[in-house]
């Protein structure tokens, strides 16, 4: 979409045509829209100068037809046709931007939120390792009483991740929310409707079990990091997953460090609490940081909605950080 209200920039309309036709001849269907932003006195002029260009060159046939060119008055289109337009657009220009080359070379610079990291120790101090999670149950479903009252699952990851007791994932909901997750930390959070109002992806690839929501542990003097769950970044200690009625636990330990995360969702809410607990027992201060990761979809695929999509908190900052002592 090309956006122009001053005939100084009527090259900008000459050079899109011509990448348009060079498009198409290639092979590449796309709709070029231009859109004529001049409210002065004589915008008609404006639109009279685009229109005979275009029926001038070689574009002429594909006026007003799938995978040609449109021009379009700005002043005869509804706020809400703007909105979709610029909404749908996979490329914008604007003349008030520059040329067409220093828009296509113009890089977005995003503000730090948080310093490069500089380790403080060279080396991880020697941490005496424990066989807290060394044992042969494996897989079974604990039993509470005369009924099944808590369906636990309990799974050793080796280093390469795969679960010694299969595959499973926990469903957590409720009537209009929920979220799915997997022995290995692999999860996906929908509303509504689990495959049209998806909030983050399921990829339902039981090889890889990737996962578009994850949190990451990093040891602040060291930067070694590592993930409470078994995915995406998996740590060299076993980790143990246990599947409940409505909640999941993932323990684990590593250099000192104890963490256990619940994931739950909110019985008559739509909300996702995933709550980590850490336990320093290294026997001297440490200084960790805690990164969440979430990969929005905000619609059935995330293909389709990822240009819609920009990811900032509530001070206007892209992603999150927190370090603390422990």
Partial sequence: MLQIGDYANIELVRQLEQAHAYWRLKGLVVDLVIWNEDNAVYRQFLHEQIKGMITAGTETKVID??????VRAGDQISNEDRILLQTVARVVIKDTWGTLVEQINRRTVIEAVVPR??????????????????????????????IYTRRARICHHDKTGKCDAGSLVNVLANPHFGSIISESGSASTWSENAHEFRLTPWYNDPV?????????????????FWSPLPLPCRAAAPYIS????????????????????????????????????????????????????????????????MMHVCNRNRYGKRGTFCTESI
Wanted: aromatic content about 12%.
């Fill in 65 to 70: 037809k799938p995978g040609g060119i449109f």
């Fill in 117 to 146: 990291f500089r380790p403080t120790r060279a080396k991880p101090a020697e941490i005496q390792k424990t066989n807290e999670l060394a044992h042969s149950d494996l897989g079974f479903f604990k039993r509470t009483g005369r």
């Fill in 208 to 224: 890889t079990d990737i996962s578009g929501e994850a949190f990451y542990i990093r040891d602040e003097e060291t930067g070694h």
């Fill in 242 to 305: 246990r599947h409940g009625f409505g909640y999941s636990v993932f323990e684990h330990t590593e250099e000192g460090i104890r963490s256990e995360v619940w994931i739950y969702v909110a019985i008559d809410a739509p909300v996702k609490f995933t709550v980590l607990k850490l336990r320093n027992e290294s026997g001297r201060s440490r200084s960790l940081s805690v990164t969440g990761y979430v990969e929005w979809v905000l619609g059935d695929l995330r293909s389709k909605t």
